[in-house]
């Protein structure tokens, strides 16, 4: 059985204080559920925030690494580093990263397989850009960058994968995919790993939806058949907000 999932990106907002804040106010508002419960802070409040969750099933989870252990590489953060503060899992391929820092297929590949590596779980992010769906390409796009970074690694390596699509013209524009949209995706995803993998680990792939969720569209998101929650930007910041979305699914 796959797992339901609602995780929160929180990109480049909060400080320590205000992370401390959020924290307090989510666990006192937290409601038992299966769903698992996943927070990405900066790398400044990693540590901070992990000592702060590890009693509660909160999941805290890091934005970004290098594909390297260690090395002369000045700003970057090794998988080894993340796991010295209790970090078990890292977004991988966010299409922030992808736009602004040029993170490419091939250089998400690295990252893929040193997070296998050292087993770190990663949450594996895919999306197209509006002009890719205006011209039709959305589904080729989608399948490229599965196949150039995934599909070489062991059936029995998929264990530590959540694939995230997150349409790029869908991202903090305010505009979501419909459900329809998002749905359609999905099923082609999980399809495309079927096809290389089989039925049975695509089945067990969770498969998140991110760009604009918020409570007034996370339930309809949810009902779709292959949408197993959500990777949430803004919405995740306040704690009303994310608690409402964790509670649709
Ligand atoms: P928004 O929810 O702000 O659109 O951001 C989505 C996202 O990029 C999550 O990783």
New binding site residues.
């Given amino acids: 059985m796959r797992k339901k999932i609602i995780?929160?990106?929180w990109?480049m907002f909060k400080d320590l204080a205000e992370a401390n804040d959020f924290f307090k106010e989510l666990i006192e508002n937290l409601h038992e559920s299966k769903t698992e419960i996943m927070v990405?802070p900066s790398f400044t409040n990693l540590w901070h925030s992990f000592q702060t969750t590890r009693d509660y099933p909160i999941e805290i989870i890091a934005q970004n690494m290098h594909e390297e252990n260690y090395g002369a590489f000045t700003g970057e953060i090794s998988a080894e580093m993340l796991k010295s503060v209790g970090i078990q899992r890292v977004?991988l391929g966010?299409?922030?990263r992808r736009l602004f820092f040029g993170e490419t297929d091939e250089q998400l590949k690295k990252k893929v397989n040193c997070a296998i590596h050292n087993e770190m779980h990663f949450i594996f992010?895919i999306g197209e850009e509006l002009k890719d769906r205006n011209a039709n390409h959305h589904f080729t796009v989608i399948k490229n960058q599965l196949k150039n970074s995934l599909f070489e690694i062991s059936e029995k390596d998929w264990k530590y994968i959540v694939v995230?699509y997150?349409p790029v013209w869908?991202?903090?524009?305010?505009e979501?995919a419909s459900p329809e949209q998002a749905q359609e995706m999905h099923q082609f995803i999980r399809k495309t790993i079927a096809n290389v993998y089989g039925n049975e680990i695509a089945e067990n792939v969770s498969i998140l939806y991110?760009?604009?969720?918020?409570p007034e569209n996370a339930k309809q998101l949810f009902q779709q058949s292959d949408i197993d929650g959500?990777?949430?930007?803004?919405?995740?910041l306040k704690v009303s907000s994310f608690i409402k979305i964790i509670q649709a699914i």
């Fill in positions: 995780a929160g990106n990109k990405a977004i966010h299409s922030e992010c995230a997150e869908a991202i903090g524009t305010g979501t991110g760009g604009s969720v918020k959500a990777l949430v930007g803004g919405a995740s």
